[in-house]
């Protein structure tokens, strides 16, 4: 997959794609189906996405809202086989331009794509301007083809990102899975801690979800995918997700134990699947009770992980 994050400079070679226009924040199932459209328009399948996200770069101070990193997104749209990922800079010269001008600057003349697919709620230019019936309009008059996809529903209602992030928060895993069409994940290097895992018999994977909208703090069965070094492979697990009350954290994190492993993990990437939600974060009487309930989740997602 080839990536383009500027449109003013464009290798003959990545002109002519068929794109899909969006954020793409999670790739879910209503993304996915975009994707296929564009897919069937024919020509080098393309994403056209921003970085950062528009909404991180009119609010830099709101609070963690994306479901996936800008890498993991683009791992992810991989394995769904798009060749031309179009990564564009989200700056003040991109976000000013009209919608007349987005479309002929970027889309025609910028990229040269042949066809764009955007969802029906689709918005764009300069204060979100322009709709996905001012683009058909453009790509009429420039010279790309436009299909607008049907928002997707669900067995609860429409399926967006604000929707998963409403079952993460709420500590439904399944549902946001449902969605999805795939586990919710959390990707990312494992970093050092205090090694308070190792001491307890029970040695973690510590990882940072910093810029991530935090699912409903606690623990969790998990599937993990260790994505390089000697070590890489599938395994299963239990994960601690908060700012550990019993030790008093504050900054959140994500801490998982994988199942009948050893080894050194510092630095490699994990990709950890949230399955089911197992109980909230807890402080304890001691040591002993604190061990004895690790005993009992492991014990807990060993069986929910088993009937997969």
């Known amino acids: 997959m080839r990536v ?9 070679a990545d002109r002519g794609a068929s794109v899909a226009i969006g954020n ?7 993304h996915q189906t975009v994707i296929d459209l564009a897919r069937q328009a024919g020509g080098p399948l393309g994403i056209m996405t921003f970085e950062p996200h528009p909404r991180e770069y009119f609010a830099p101070d ?25 990564e564009l800079n989200f700056n003040a010269a991109l976000a000013g331009l009209t919608p007349d001008e987005f479309a002929r600057n970027v889309i025609s003349e910028g990229l ?6 955007v969802g029906a709620d689709f918005c764009f230019g300069k204060g979100r301007a322009g709709n996905a019936s001012d683009l058909e309009r453009f790509g009429a008059e420039m010279g790309f083809g436009v299909t607008i996809a049907a928002l997707l529903e669900g067995d609860n209602g429409q399926v967006s990102s604000t929707a998963i992030r409403t079952a993460l928060t ?34 973690t994977a ?8 935090p699912p409903k703090f606690g623990v969790y069965a998990v599937l993990v995918d260790v ?12 994960a601690s997700l908060g700012v550990r009350p019993m030790f008093n954290g504050d900054v959140p994190n994500i801490e998982t134990y994988l199942f009948d492993f050893s080894g050194d993990l510092y630095g490699a990437e994990l990709s950890v699947a949230l399955v089911d939600y197992l109980r909230p974060e807890e402080t304890f009487d001691g040591l002993d ?20």
């Not at 793409?24 to 209503?30: P, R």
């Not at 040269?112 to 697919?117: E, I, N």
């Not at 994505?227 to 239990?238: E, F, M, S, V």
């Not at 997602?301 to 009937?307: D, F, S």
């Open 206 to 213: 510590n990882m940072s979800i910093e810029g991530l909208h």
């Open 24 to 30: 793409f924040d999670g790739v879910h199932i209503g």
């Open 62 to 86: 709101a609070p963690p809202f994306r479901l996936m990193s800008r890498e993991a997104r683009a791992n992810r749209l991989e394995k769904l086989g798009v060749e031309r990922l179009y």
């Open 170 to 203: 709420k500590g439904r895993p399944r549902d946001a899975a449902a969605m999805l069409g795939h586990w919710h994940r959390i990707d990312g290097p494992v970093v050092g801690g205090e090694q308070r895992g190792r001491k307890l018999g029970y040695p």
């Open 289 to 308: 009770a604190f061990i004895a309930q690790m005993d009992a989740d492991c014990a807990e997602a060993r069986k929910v992980l088993t009937a997969l």
């Open 4 to 12: 383009i994050r500027d449109y003013t400079y464009v290798d003959p």
């Open 112 to 117: 040269g794509l042949t066809h764009v697919v």
């Open 227 to 238: 994505l390089d070094g000697p070590h890489k492979g599938h395994y299963q697990g239990a």
